[in-house]
């Protein structure tokens, strides 16, 4: 204990020893001590020396830092010292004023090799790591905490190696991701950074990160913490999700199928004082619109970007984002950042642009947001960053947007052209002629994306004229460009205004008869381009090769003066075809060229090197080695090429119109289609009213069963009980009625008979019809050319056969019944014939009855016993006389009963005819012969006739 209240700062006599003895001997003491508390106070000293001799330290006594940590895990006192130390030995956030004079003469380099160092002992053996992560796990806070340190300053050290480690390790992400959950925020903020180095640039712990949550959980801390107003939290969960999505399309994809991108929109809710933004609010919004951008970048897979596009519009992000852009008191760097955040969301998608198209800024009297951002771009007091994002925003606005475009140059044209209020138009060309060679530049990089690939707007930007001053006739817009260009302006402004003609004259061999009736043009080209000029002139000799090729390869030949083939011969002899081709060269071997075609966005350090647009790049690729082909090209070789392109033309020509007619065939195609769907659904319907009659069929067969039961039951019952009915009342005029009830069902039935008999021929001629029908079909399906529907149709066909054979199976069925019905009618006669007989009889009985109740009265007189046990049977006989009331009363119903039924068969009947008739119909809509029912029924009586006549010559 004297040597720990040595190495503690307690007095002691003798000399000191030094720092590497007194690390060596708490080595020692740690790895040889039986007691916890020897071990814990060696440990703790090693942790107060560990930032002063950190070198010592961790040569010494890391081996035996690691195994405290596997062995004394039970004790948390001494495992969170143990990793205070290696945090100590490992981070290079030393304090200033913990280091001594030696340490300040140290370079930072010296300490990051250090740290470096010391990271890739520790983690040579991966088992350090996974334990490392056990103990992440620990709800210790004394534990919890400098795990999460130290695992997070091993990722800063040695990144790609230990997140190998942590990824093989099993639900190493997993145990991570708890610390978001954790409800004390230091572990959680701390957890926060941990994940950031964590998932910097490896994609697999990226996804895996996602799909465990993240985004919930990271926007629920940004909600908390109050969004924007949020302190520094908020803007390390911002970094962690830009490392979730950045250049990740599956998180991305995971990230807009959540609905989260809906849930960005309160971020940007910022209220009407803008007054005293902090610094710390500045950078947190700054970060937001960042991850915006990240999502609908143009690099991006256009898919993705334009559902996400289409996403926050619908959440109405979009309209917020336009809210601050036409917001005042606004910081200038959030201002452009949401310049550029919005001009990304509008790209490329019809929709949003429509709608930036209409946002109005709130002045008096209002002015579209595009009017007011280009009075920005062309004015020359605005900062550099402003201008360009300005410029970027206009770009996207007009990128595949042929509507927007054609408003654009509808402003600059005579017919549209408004004098009480400033227009777009009107913007550019005064940006296009000013004195700042950087409006020049913007105005002209603007005009070209009106134009880009829109060759009908080429030409009506060829009728703009304007006024160069007070008595002067008008010109072109075309000739000031050039006359500018003559001039000999700045290179700014010469580089602009030839990006600017090269995209007009493109593909528009209108525009460049036009640019060649000029006769100054075409010597101020090739003197341009034959000149030996310093450095900054090449750029502008190219660009000149290039327009002067332009001019070449789109000659239409019109004007005799400058054909193709003396603008080559002109070429030969003023400047020499490889010194045109080397010029001609200059533009892609410069650097700013490089810079420019890497990203569609303006990213210029300076104004002096805004010189290539990206989409001016792209034509120049596209150009450059097709225009060093036409030059060397001979007159045969043009004439053959003109041919060839003639060919082309009517190659195109005759695609375009079997295109037409595969058009056209699809559309019929399309009808068929529908047609067959309409056939499918009557199909189905039809299916479903057959099914319906098979099942009320089922039913009459049902319920006339039970009536036939119920009348032999009927019959029976009048045989046993006909004195009782004599008795009660029943009298013949009934049994008269019945008959003659039953005679009418017998005509029925007979004229129902008849009608199914007319049924069953029309649905024979029918069947007859079908089976033609059906060859012909095939052979015209045969013959057809293998349409695509004709097997469709077919199964249509034959589904309606078996749909008929069907109905007349169930027409034959109730033939059937309906004879069996006739036959119990003419069974039931006789028993109501007997009836009278049975009530004949009954008068007898009765008679032979009171005969013998006469007899047994006077025995009765003697027995009273049995007088009593006959009143018993008598008031049993009145109660059986009212059940059979009962019994006649629900026969009666019965045969009413009957009688509906009956009347229900007919109206089955008719629906059956006018189903008949239906397909009847379709048939003749398909195109097939199909008699009348008229027809039919002639053709059967005569049929009939012809037959009589033969039976009367026999």
């Given at each position: ?257 959540g609905s989260y991108i809906q849930r960005m929109k309160p971020w940007f809710e910022v209220g009407d004082d803008n007054c005293g933004w902090s610094a710390q609010k500045v950078t947190n919004l700054h970060l937001m619109l960042q991850l915006v951008r990240v999502l609908v970048s143009p690099t991006n897979p256009p898919g993705a970007t334009t559902s996400c596009q289409k996403a926050m519009f619908h959440c109405g992000l979009l ?312 030059i060397y090209k001979s007159s045969e070789e043009d004439k053959k090429e003109e041919e060839v392109k003639k060919t082309l033309e009517q190659h195109d020509n005759i695609v375009t119109h079997y295109k037409k007619v595969i058009r056209e065939q699809d559309q019929e195609l399309e009808e068929l289609k529908q047609q067959v769907s309409t056939l499918k659904s009557q199909n189905e319907q039809l299916q479903v009213t057959v099914t ?263």
């Amino acid at each position: 204990m004297n040597f720990l209240r040595g190495v503690m700062g307690g007095p002691s006599a003798g000399p000191q020893p030094s720092g590497a003895d007194t690390i060596q001997k708490l080595c020692d003491r740690v790895a040889s001590s039986t007691l916890l508390d020897d071990r814990r106070d060696a440990v703790r000293a090693l942790k107060a020396l560990s930032k002063k001799y950190r070198l010592e330290v961790g040569i010494q006594a890391m081996e035996h830092l690691v195994h405290v940590l596997q062995t004394d895990r039970s004790d948390s006192e001494i495992i969170g010292y143990a990793l205070d130390t290696l945090y100590n030995v490992i981070s290079n956030d030393l304090e200033e004023e913990e280091q001594d004079d030696s340490e300040e003469e140290n370079s930072p380099k010296q300490g990051d090799d250090l740290g470096s160092q010391f990271t890739e002992i520790f983690i040579k053996q991966p088992e350090n790591v996974t334990l490392l992560l056990t103990l992440v796990e620990e709800f210790d806070f004394h534990v919890r905490w400098p795990g999460v340190k130290l695992l997070t300053s091993l990722l800063k050290q040695q990144g790609p190696q230990v997140q190998q480690i942590i990824l093989v390790s099993p639900m190493g992400v997993s145990r991570l991701m708890d610390l978001l959950a954790d409800s004390r925020e230091v572990i959680r903020n701390d957890g926060v950074l941990l994940l950031q180095q964590l998932t910097k640039s490896n994609a697999a712990i990226q996804k895996i990160v996602a799909f465990e949550n993240a985004f919930e959980r990271l926007l629920d801390i940004v909600t908390e913490e109050g969004n924007s107003d949020g302190g520094i939290v908020v803007e390390d969960c911002l970094l962690l999700l830009q490392n979730l999505l950045k250049n990740n399309n599956s998180n991305q994809n995971f990230f807009k199928e959540g609905s989260y991108i809906q849930r960005m929109k309160p971020w940007f809710e910022v209220g009407d004082d803008n007054c005293g933004w902090s610094a710390q609010k500045v950078t947190n919004l700054h970060l937001m619109l960042q991850l915006v951008r990240v999502l609908v970048s143009p690099t991006n897979p256009p898919g993705a970007t334009t559902s996400c596009q289409k996403a926050m519009f619908h959440c109405g992000l979009l309209q917020q984002l336009c809210t601050i852009l036409m917001a005042t008191g606004v910081p200038a760097d959030i201002l452009t950042e949401t310049i550029n955040t919005v001009s990304e969301v509008i790209r490329g998608c019809q929709m949003n642009q429509d709608y930036f198209a209409s946002v109005n800024a709130p002045s008096n009297p209002p002015r579209p947001a595009i009017v007011v951002l280009l009075m920005s771009m062309v004015n020359e007091r605005q900062p550099f960053v402003l201008r360009c994002a300005v410029l970027y925003c206009f770009q996207c606005f007009l990128y595949k947007n042929h509507k927007g475009q054609g408003e654009i140059v509808s402003t600059l044209l005579p017919s549209t052209i408004d004098g009480s209020s400033v227009s777009a138009g009107q913007l550019l060309c005064g940006g296009l002629f000013s004195t700042d060679s950087l409006s020049n530049w913007c105005a002209a990089v603007a005009l070209a994306h009106a134009l880009q690939e829109n060759a009908a707007l080429k030409e009506q930007l060829l009728r703009v004229q304007l006024a160069t001053s007070i008595g002067n006739p008008p010109v072109s817009l075309l000739q000031q460009c050039t006359n500018i260009l003559s001039q000999g302006s700045k290179v700014q402004t010469r580089v602009g205004l030839l990006m600017l003609l090269c995209t007009w004259l493109s593909n528009c061999s209108i525009a460049v008869t036009h640019f060649l009736h000029n006769p100054a043009n075409v010597p101020f080209l090739t003197g341009q381009i034959a000149e030996n000029l310093g450095e900054e002139e090449q750029l502008v000799q190219g660009l000149c090769a290039l327009l002067l090729g332009i001019s070449i390869y789109y000659n239409d030949n019109s004007l005799e003066n400058y054909r193709k083939e003396k603008l080559k011969q002109l070429i030969e002899k003023r400047i020499g075809r490889e010194n045109f081709v080397e010029k001609l060269g200059f533009i892609s071997k410069h650097e700013l060229y490089s810079r420019a075609a890497q990203k569609p966005q303006p990213g210029f350090s300076s104004p002096e090197h805004m010189m290539f647009d990206h989409e001016f790049t792209k034509l120049v690729k596209e150009l450059e080695g097709v225009i060093s082909k036409a030059i060397y090209k001979s007159s045969e070789e043009d004439k053959k090429e003109e041919e060839v392109k003639k060919t082309l033309e009517q190659h195109d020509n005759i695609v375009t119109h079997y295109k037409k007619v595969i058009r056209e065939q699809d559309q019929e195609l399309e009808e068929l289609k529908q047609q067959v769907s309409t056939l499918k659904s009557q199909n189905e319907q039809l299916q479903v009213t057959v099914t319906q009659q098979v099942s009320q069929i089922q039913q009459h067969k049902d319920q006339y069963n039970l009536l036939k039961v119920q009348l032999g039951k009927d019959t029976q019952h009048h045989n046993s009980h006909g004195d009782t009915l004599q008795m009660n009342g029943i009298q013949l005029e009934e049994v008269s009625k019945l008959r003659e009830e039953l005679e009418d069902w017998r005509n029925r039935h007979e004229q129902l008979q008849g009608q199914l008999k007319e049924k069953d021929a029309v649905i024979e001629n029918l069947k007859s019809l079908q089976v033609e029908m059906g060859t012909e079909q095939s052979s015209q399906l045969s013959s057809s050319g293998g349409m695509e529907h004709s097997a469709e149709l077919q199964k249509e066909l034959e589904l309606l056969r078996t749909q008929i054979q069907l109905q007349a199976a169930e027409i034959s069925k109730l033939q059937t019944e309906n004879q069996k019905l006739q036959a119990t009618n003419t069974a039931i006669d006789p028993a109501l014939g007997a009836s009278g007989a049975v009530a004949s009889r009954s008068s007898e009985k009765e008679g032979r009855l009171l005969q013998e109740l006469g007899e047994l009265q006077s025995e009765v007189k003697a027995l009273s016993e049995e007088k009593a046990s006959l009143q018993q049977q008598l008031d049993s006989s009145s109660s059986t006389v009212a059940i059979l009331q009962d019994e006649k009363s629900k026969l009666q119903q019965e045969v009413a009963e009957a009688k509906k039924e009956q009347d229900d068969l007919l109206v089955l009947l008719a629906d059956q005819d006018q189903k008949l008739s239906a397909l009847r119909s379709k048939l003749k809509d398909l195109g097939m012969p199909v008699e009348d029912e008229d027809d039919i029924e002639s053709g059967d009586q005569a049929d009939e006739d012809e037959d009589g006549d033969e039976e009367e010559q026999d």
